[in-house]
């Protein structure tokens, strides 16, 4: 799996937008950008994963550049409950890899009123 | 649907000691997979099963081990428990792209 380099830690205004990066400039084609977060004492929880395209859900956006080196998430207004570790995943998808998933250090997001 | 969940949700064990811990999947959900989280070394990867068959493993000792049975309910299993072992267990189920987290169990060993 590609490795993924992120900020330790990163702080947003409640109500603004966090952007959170994420290089990978070793990804290879087959492999597709992943997004977690844990709630201090929680399980991770998923967010939102990418091939190429950008794509948006009900949590946060995730737009990659052309060349595919790096990804960043977006969530669109932060609240004081976005306060979290953020991982950036790389790797080949669930039916070729199965659930294995490789964590790093994260990036802790820090929301403040 | 109810979540991922794990039992116990708390233990204290002696060094020396083992313990198994149990973790019930989605509903529908084949694969399950196990994480240790430790202040130092973070989320790690241990195993994961589908279809009652370990898939992937990480790297961990051979004390640390797990199974899958048909009802997709997994059990890890620690032998000879070690200080170090005192962590966040958590398991996660999948049917696809997503993993859905449990609470996680907290073992301290003592």
């Known amino acids: 799996d590609a490795k993924t380099t992120q900020p330790p830690s990163m702080d947003c205004a409640e109500g603004r937008a966090a952007n959170l990066p994420c290089n990978h400039s070793?990804?290879?084609?087959?492999?597709?950008v992943y997004w977690y977060r844990q709630i201090h004492s929680q399980g991770p929880q998923y967010i939102i994963h990418?091939?190429?395209n950008n794509e948006t859900n009900e949590m946060a956006s995730l737009i990659i550049t052309e060349d595919r080196k790096s990804s960043t998430l977006i969530l669109p207004h932060a609240t004081l409950r976005d306060t979290a570790v953020y991982y950036c995943?790389?790797?080949?998808?669930?039916?070729?890899?199965?659930?294995?998933?490789?964590f790093g250090q994260g990036t802790e997001l820090s929301v403040k009123p | 649907k109810a979540g991922v969940t794990q039992t116990p949700r708390y233990l204290i064990k002696t060094r020396g000691q083992q313990v198994t811990l149990s973790c019930s999947p989605i509903?529908?959900?084949?694969?399950v997979s196990w994480y240790q989280q430790t202040p130092g070394q973070g989320l790690q990867f241990l195993f994961e099963?589908?279809?009652?068959?370990?898939?992937n493993k990480g790297n961990f000792p051979g004390r640390f081990s797990g199974r899958q049975f048909s009802n997709s309910r997994s059990e890890m299993n620690v032998s000879t428990l070690e200080l170090g072992d005192s962590a966040l267990y958590l398991c996660?189920?999948?049917?696809?792209?997503?993993?859905?987290f449990g609470p996680g169990t907290r073992l301290t060993v003592t």
């Open positions: 509903s529908g959900h084949r694969s």
């Open positions: 070793t990804i290879s084609g087959n492999e597709y």
């Open positions: 996660a189920s999948s049917s696809g792209h997503e993993q859905y």
């Open positions: 995943i790389v790797r080949v998808n669930f039916y070729n890899q199965g659930g294995k998933l490789i």
């Open positions: 099963y589908f279809s009652e068959t370990q898939r």
């Open positions: 990418g091939l190429k």
